[in-house]
């Protein structure tokens, strides 16, 4: 990692544990929340853009739309009131976003293996959550988890076809972004648990550092 990116890391890192730390104590720290949790996605954002100016350009262009679709998610899931929907259909135009770059890095199904695995995993999230899901929501729900285990599929199979830091970088994103989101889903519809937050917001942020990274690095 060059000077230039581990400087971003450690303004990456400090603003989500501000973020977090918000999260936490909430009453007048709240503003913290609010403030650093859409800043990170956002620094990960810039940091795309100001240092990718020698990657592949259609997939970093793929990835920062997906950082930008990320941020209003982030917005929507941390405002007062019920915005879950509106933050799912930002994060599914993301997780669009995102597989559309990895799929000019590789053809789709470049390997097999990972779409099997993720399918699986993808299943057994679906059966944990399906009795405690709405009814209104079962159909977006499985849409997203479809995109969601497809993205992180397709990020690995990249990473097995090509075997570049790139690749390895959005394959450890993608393994993140199901880990959060499946935490994520547990805590608010299945078993509630106090680390929640906290889990979901660190595998958050390190899947999109991960992913940002990868456009950083991408060459064709």
Do not use: N
Not at 115 to 129: K, P
């Amino acid at each position: 990692m060059s000077g230039r990116v581990r400087s971003w890391a450690v303004v990456v890192a400090v603003s989500a544990v501000l973020a977090i730390v918000g999260a936490y104590a909430g009453g007048a720290a709240i503003w913290l929340h609010y403030l650093f949790k859409p800043a990170t996605t956002l620094l990960i954002a810039a940091m795309v853009l100001r240092e990718g100016a020698g990657a592949e350009p259609r997939y970093r262009r793929a990835i920062f739309a997906g950082l930008l679709l990320s941020t209003a998610g982030d917005a929507f899931l941390m405002l007062p009131g019920d915005w879950f929907v509106f933050g799912l259909a930002s994060f599914l135009c993301a997780h669009i976003a995102y597989l559309a770059g990895l799929c000019k890095r590789a053809r789709p199904f470049a390997a097999g293996w990972p779409f099997l695995a993720y399918a699986a995993l993808a299943g057994a999230v679906l059966a944990v959550l399906w009795p405690h899901l709405p009814g209104e929501l079962r159909i977006p729900v499985i849409v997203y988890v479809a995109v969601l285990a497809a993205m992180a599929a397709q990020a690995a199979a990249v990473w097995r076809r090509r075997a570049d830091a790139a690749g390895a970088a959005a394959a450890i994103g993608g393994a993140c972004f199901v880990f959060s989101d499946a935490t994520l889903a547990i805590d608010r519809f299945a078993a509630p648990f106090a680390a929640a937050q906290a889990l979901v917001l660190v595998s958050y942020w390190i899947a999109q550092w991960g992913i940002g990274r990868s456009a950083v690095l991408a060459r064709s």
